[in-house]
């Protein structure tokens, strides 16, 4: 007589593995409970880091904008000495390989 015996017993694993599921997304929530509640404004203007490109060096604004290298930072503070203080945001449209998306992007980040 010829048995049939599996050598991974799947059935036996099927209540683990369910178990398992329901665990992973309560594991390490303890620490994260308060990130479940609603941010003020104040708190989320606190998350942005917001640099005056009428002063700041060129590796501020470069580190505080999304999209704005070095190197565009650069041109943003040379503009700033040939130019004077800049008294619009959309100045900043004046300078080679900044257009309407990064400065879209930035809006929330630039102080004058």
């Known amino acids: 007589m010829k048995t049939t015996q599996s050598y991974f017993p799947v059935r036996s694993l099927i209540?683990?593995?369910?178990?398992?599921?329901?665990?992973?997304?309560?594991?390490?929530?303890?620490?994260?409970?308060?990130?479940?509640?609603?941010?003020?404004?104040?708190?989320?203007?606190?998350?942005?880091?917001v640099?005056?490109?009428?002063?700041?060096?060129?590796?501020?604004?470069?580190?505080?904008?999304?999209?704005?290298?070095?190197?565009?930072a650069q041109a943003i503070v040379e503009w700033r000495k040939k130019n004077g203080k800049f008294t619009s945001l959309d100045q900043l449209l004046e300078i080679k390989g900044i257009g309407e998306k990064t400065l879209a992007a930035n809006k929330q980040r630039i102080s004058l």
Request: with cysteine.
């Open 15 to 49: 209540p683990t593995l369910f178990c398992c599921a329901l665990a992973l997304p309560t594991i390490g929530l303890s620490s994260q409970v308060s990130a479940a509640q609603p941010l003020s404004l104040a708190a989320l203007a606190q998350k942005v880091e």
């Open 51 to 72: 640099v005056s490109i009428n002063s700041a060096s060129a590796e501020g604004i470069a580190d505080a904008m999304k999209g704005v290298g070095f190197k565009k």
